[in-house]
């Protein structure tokens, strides 16, 4: 019993730290509230910042795609307990957005400054949007699952872990990844586009789009109706003439 009730609460420390970390990014990305964000002073010369910036960028798209992909679980999970792989995943991810945080280097510069009020409001709307997306996506697929906590919870009460089932959410109807969708509009609805900024936006961006691949590549094989599913729903733009599809799957939010 003690075992299971070190399990329960490691999973839940770590969605603690998890949920801190998001709070914590939707203010560093829109430069609100807290003190570090993308766009501070500048301390550093401009090849300095974009080297610190694209290191710490890539460390966390490696850790993030490597430890998602099966063969790597499939290791993993011979020395991490099954019940916390998942958290365990959350954890690694949670530390190194803190360390992107602590170290991320301001750029200076503008590509783009918006300065009428309705405009600057209105994609302030869209930013706030796309943190909505995120969360309600992530709840459409089991939000819980997705962040590690269904697994300890399960393994508390002594029942086996069961997968999730292929399923007809309804933002899943219209596109397959509606939750980076959401990132797309977290990471590109700004009033003010600085050169970090855009760093940020580009290199998240293009991350996303070849993570989209590589997990899709993993749910083909997971799911044989993600196949059908793909060929039915556009991937990111919602087809705004046609009915949406019938099927979807529950996207694990690499």
């Avoid at 086996?160 to 007809?168: A, E, V």
């Avoid at 700004?190 to 970090?196: D, K």
């Avoid at 919602?238 to 690499?254: F, I, K, V, Y």
Wanted: a positive charge.
């Amino acid at each position: 019993m003690l075992k299971r009730i070190a399990v329960l609460g490691y999973g839940a420390l770590c969605y603690a730290l998890f949920f801190a970390t998001f709070v914590y990014a939707v203010g560093f990305i829109g430069n609100l509230w807290v003190p570090v964000t993308l766009d501070g002073p500048v301390d550093v010369p401009l090849g300095q910042a974009l080297a610190t910036n694209v290191l710490l960028l890539g460390l966390f798209a490696v850790q993030h795609s490597l430890m998602a992909r099966p063969g790597f679980k499939r290791w993993w999970t011979r020395y991490v307990p099954q019940p916390v792989e998942r958290s365990t995943y959350v954890l690694f991810s949670s530390v190194l957005l803190i360390v992107l945080f602590a170290f991320w280097e301001p750029m200076g510069g503008m590509v783009w400054s918006v300065s009428d009020p309705l405009l600057r409001g209105l994609i302030h709307g869209l930013y706030g949007l796309g943190w909505a997306l995120v969360l309600v996506s992530s709840f459409q697929i089991n939000h819980f699952d997705l962040f590690g906590l269904r697994q300890v919870w399960l393994y508390f009460r002594g029942r086996p872990y069961s997968h999730l089932p292929f399923k007809t959410p309804w933002l899943y109807r219209h596109v397959r990844h509606p939750l980076y969708v959401g990132w797309f509009l977290a990471f590109w609805a700004t009033p003010t586009m600085s050169l970090a900024h855009l760093l940020f936006a580009l290199l998240t961006s293009a991350y996303i789009l070849i993570a989209i691949r590589l997990e899709e590549r993993d749910l083909v094989g997971f799911h044989p109706e993600y196949r059908g599913y793909r060929q039915r729903v556009p991937m990111l733009i919602p087809r705004l003439n046609r009915r949406p599809a019938t099927a979807a799957l529950a996207d694990r939010g690499e």
